[in-house]
Antibody, heavy 120, light 110 residues
Framework: QVQLVESGGGVVQPGRSLRLSCVTS????????IHWVRQAPGKGLEWVAV????????YYADSVKGRFTISRDNSKNTAYLQMSGLRPEDTAVYYC?????????????WGQGTLVTVSS | QSMLTQPPSASGTPGQRVTISCSGS????????VYWYQQVSGSAPKLLIY???QRPSGVPDRFSGSKSGTSASLAISGLRSEDEADYYC???????????FGGGTKLTVL
């Protein structure tokens, strides 16, 4: 069955960096885009970034552009979110999510999420 | 700020039919597919409806989606207590080059 498992969350000071990982299984990772979506405490879902199945396209929300970088390693079935210049407003549960076959849009499966807390 | 507008709350009694609306613009709902997600408290979101009106396997046919112009809606018939959750609509936005989510609708089963 399709599984996505995020890791790398934790407490970090403002201005510091953190890298999230998303290890996947149960599907042909190299044929699907991967999204990161976050949810601040008590708030709704906010899309963060997407990377195409072949890593040729990346798109970011304005709120993280220039600070976050999405990447993937198809040999390891793993996606990453490198976060730098973290701000308190980046505090959220970060979900990685599986996209649609060879398309940028469409999310069908979600991981369980990893909590990132930005605080001094 | 969400670019898709949903009512913050909805409610119904068991067995009733409820509808949740999602309003967007020509750059999102008006030009691409709408997806709906259900999030039970404390859990990850789950796909409920894809490509406007398609149900993944395992989703009961009590759930249905529709789209017209720049608006979409999710209908839940035969409401059950386990339907109590937050519901989100989402669509790709051409002007942002990324998807946008609605603010979410909290459904309460009275």
């Amino acid at each position: 069955q399709v599984q996505l498992v995020e890791s790398g969350g934790g407490v970090v000071q403002p201005g510091r960096s953190l890298r999230l990982s998303c290890v996947t299984s149960g599907f042909d990772f190299s044929s699907y885009g991967i999204h990161w979506v976050r949810q601040a405490p008590g708030k709704g879902l906010e899309w963060v970034a997407v990377i195409s199945y072949d890593a040729t396209n990346e798109y970011y929300a304005d709120s993280v552009k220039g600070r976050f970088t999405i990447s993937r390693d198809n040999s390891k079935n793993t996606a990453y979110l490198q976060m730098s210049g973290l701000r308190p407003e980046d505090t959220a549960v970060y979900y990685c999510a599986k996209g649609w076959w060879k398309q940028l849009w469409g999310i069908d499966y979600w991981g369980q999420g990893t909590l990132v807390t930005v605080s001094s | 700020q969400s670019m898709l507008t949903q009512p913050p709350s909805a409610s119904g009694t068991p067995g009733q039919r409820v509808t949740i609306s999602c309003s967007g613009s020509i750059s999102n709902i008006g030009s691409d597919y709408v997806y709906w997600y259900q999030q039970v408290s404390g859990s990850a979101p789950k796909l409920l409806i894809y490509r406007n009106n398609q149900r993944p396997s395992g989703v009961p046919d009590r759930f249905s989606g529709s789209k017209s112009g720049t608006s979409a809606s999710l209908a839940i018939s035969g409401l059950r207590s386990e339907d109590e959750a937050d519901y989100y609509c989402a669509a790709w936005d051409d002007s942002l080059s990324g998807p946008v989510f609605g603010g979410g609708t909290k459904l309460t089963v009275l």
